[in-house]
């Protein structure tokens, strides 16, 4: 059984897209060890010339899914290893990847009690492995997503987040969408701040255990407007993508 800081050849089981920039990779792994929701992969991609590059990539999917494991990837124009996985992998390819990995941004069943999950676009994905291992589960803690998306077109996950909503085990989805709002939207339509997450943390009450993903800058606001409202920073975890400042 390999460790987890041991590359191995995934296979690409499955591709498809979760919005126009954002697509989902299944992969089979010949020696996976399980993981835990909110871990994550890293990915390395290595030229002909030997130039090789790593990115991170939380997992999608639940536990219960191994050895298949899925990855959620928003396209970066100019990025160098996005792009690469959403114009050439197809299924059928081989990718190097190593994993899981990270043991503190992590949730599970077996942990109780109530459960806030904050996540800016793609940050919604460790999220999504926790939410789709509770549902598995058949956990019934009250759990609430506050999701911030630009548009209503750029939500990732959306059918199934409404899908998971509506069986009414305790899981419910709050969006927010900064840019642009459809006609009738209901849901709220500016970036996340202190009211919002007062608001959709009511009902959880101030005991709840926090996860928040997503841009540092949002992470970093979301964080601090939580224990502004009184909770304490070690009921909150914080996992951040992308560049400092973004
Ligand atoms: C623990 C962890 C988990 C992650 N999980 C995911 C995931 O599930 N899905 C996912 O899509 N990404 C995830 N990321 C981000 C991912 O690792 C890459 O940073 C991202 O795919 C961009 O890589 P790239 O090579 O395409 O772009 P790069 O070549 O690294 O960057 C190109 C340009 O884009 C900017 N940039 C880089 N990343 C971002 C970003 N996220 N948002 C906006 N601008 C950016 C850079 O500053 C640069 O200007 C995760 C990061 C970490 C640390």
């Given at each position: 059984m390999a460790r987890p800081l041991d590359w191995q050849l995934a296979t690409v089981a499955g591709v498809h897209d979760e919005t126009d920039a954002v697509r989902s990779f299944s992969l089979t792994l010949p020696a996976w060890t399980g993981h835990r929701p909110g871990q994550h992969v890293d990915l390395r991609l290595t030229s002909e010339d030997g130039y090789s590059v790593e990115r991170s990539y939380s997992i999608?999917?639940?536990?219960?899914?191994a050895p298949e494991v899925d990855i959620t990837v928003e396209r970066i124009?100019?990025?160098?290893v996005s792009p690469f996985l959403h114009d050439v992998v197809v299924p059928g390819d081989r990718l190097e990847v190593r994993g899981p990995i990270g043991g503190y941004f992590v949730w599970e069943a077996s942990q109780p009690g109530p459960l806030l999950l904050v996540g800016g676009g793609s940050g919604v994905v460790p999220l999504m492995a926790m939410i789709r291992h509770r549902a598995r589960a058949g956990a019934m803690n009250p759990t609430r997503l506050l999701l911030s998306s630009r548009?209503?077109?750029?939500?990732?996950?959306r059918e199934e987040l409404d899908r998971l909503s509506a069986t009414q085990d305790g899981f419910q989805v709050a969006h927010t969408l900064t840019r642009e709002q459809p006609p009738g939207w209901s849901g709220y339509a500016r970036r996340i701040d202190e009211a919002m997450l007062s608001e959709v943390l009511d009902p959880l009450g101030r005991e709840a255990r926090v996860y928040i993903c997503g841009p540092t800058a949002l992470v970093e606001s979301a964080a601090n407007a939580l224990v502004r409202i009184?909770?304490?920073?070690?009921?909150i975890r914080t996992e951040r993508f992308g560049p400092t400042g973004t």
């Open positions: 999608a999917s639940e536990p219960e899914r124009p100019d990025g160098e548009g209503p077109g750029e939500i990732i996950y009184g909770l304490a920073p070690s009921q």
